[in-house]
């Protein structure tokens, strides 16, 4: 005997309800949470780095350290590369799905 059930699907994930049948879909279900926690690696990574860069920036500034403040430019920028590769990944795997 099959047991059906209708489970919500995070709004991560789609956000719609999902036809859910056994222990199959919920690796189907926790495969897809894995892909969305791949996407935002490279998001945090580019946060971290943006927050970082300000915080240098702001201190060279205040100081009149030029070499840290530069550091810091390079490391908003670096953040901001890291965003769009974030970005990039999404709309692949997006497209693939």
Same mark, same amino acid.
């Given at each position: 005997?099959?047991?059906?059930?209708?489970?919500?699907?995070?709004?991560?994930?789609?956000?719609?309800?999902?036809?859910?049948?056994?222990?199959?879909?919920?690796?189907?279900?926790?495969?897809?949470?894995?892909?969305?926690?791949?996407?935002?690696?490279?998001?945090? +990574? *580019? $946060? =971290?780095?943006?927050?970082? /860069?300000?915080? #240098?920036? @702001?201190?060279? %500034?205040? &100081?009149?350290?030029?070499?840290?403040?530069?550091?810091?430019?390079?490391?908003?920028? +670096? *953040? $901001? =590369?890291?965003?769009?590769? /974030?970005?990039? #990944?999404? @709309?692949?795997? %997006?497209? &693939?799905?």
């Amino acid at each position: 005997m099959e047991l059906a059930f209708q489970a919500p699907i995070p709004a991560a994930l789609g956000g719609e309800m999902a036809r859910n049948r056994g222990v199959g879909s919920q690796v189907v279900v926790a495969c897809q949470m894995q892909k969305e926690l791949q996407m935002d690696r490279e998001h945090v +990574k *580019g $946060a =971290a780095d943006k927050v970082k /860069g300000a915080v #240098k920036e @702001a201190a060279g %500034k205040v &100081t009149g350290d030029t070499k840290l403040e530069t550091e810091g430019k390079i490391d908003k920028a +670096k *953040g $901001a =590369a890291h965003n769009a590769v /974030g970005d990039a #990944k999404d @709309a692949v795997r %997006k497209a &693939t799905d």
